[in-house]
């Protein structure tokens, strides 16, 4: 029903640049939140930036100042720029979005497939 699918992950040494994209498609009657989360090896998945129902943005500390979700409503797609990459910042990053697929249906979790960042020191 619906799909989430990123992109630009890769290798980049600390200080670098790296966007991601995420474009949802299928039945999107609505998105009501849309955003993305990173899993180190050994560690818990963890909110990075995501939009919230009302439209605000929230960050994780580890993350403000460095990185900037932004979103182009009209194409469905969220994108994550990550600036001053560290080696921590190492992880699968995976998109989130909450969407009504239909007027009649109820809201569901959908999840993209992740994209590797590496970042190395």
């Known amino acids: 029903q619906v799909q989430l699918v990123e992109s630009g992950g890769g290798l980049v040494q600390a200080g670098g640049s790296l966007r991601l994209s995420c474009a949802a498609s299928?039945?999107?009657?609505?998105?009501?939140?849309m955003g993305w989360y990173r899993q180190a090896p050994g560690k818990q998945r963890e909110l990075v930036a995501g939009?919230?129902?009302?439209?605000?943005?929230n960050y994780a500390e580890s993350v403000k100042g460095r990185f900037t979700i932004s979103r182009d409503n009209a194409q469905n797609t969220v994108y994550l720029q990550m600036n001053s990459l560290k080696p921590e910042d190492t992880a699968v990053y995976y998109c989130?979005?909450?969407?009504?697929?239909?007027?009649?249906?109820?809201?569901?979790?959908?999840w993209g497939q992740g994209t590797q960042v590496t970042v190395s020191s």
């Open positions: 299928g039945r999107l009657f609505s998105i009501r939140t």
């Open positions: 939009f919230t129902s009302g439209g605000s943005t």
């Open positions: 989130n979005a909450e969407v009504k697929p239909t007027a009649w249906g109820r809201v569901g979790d959908y």
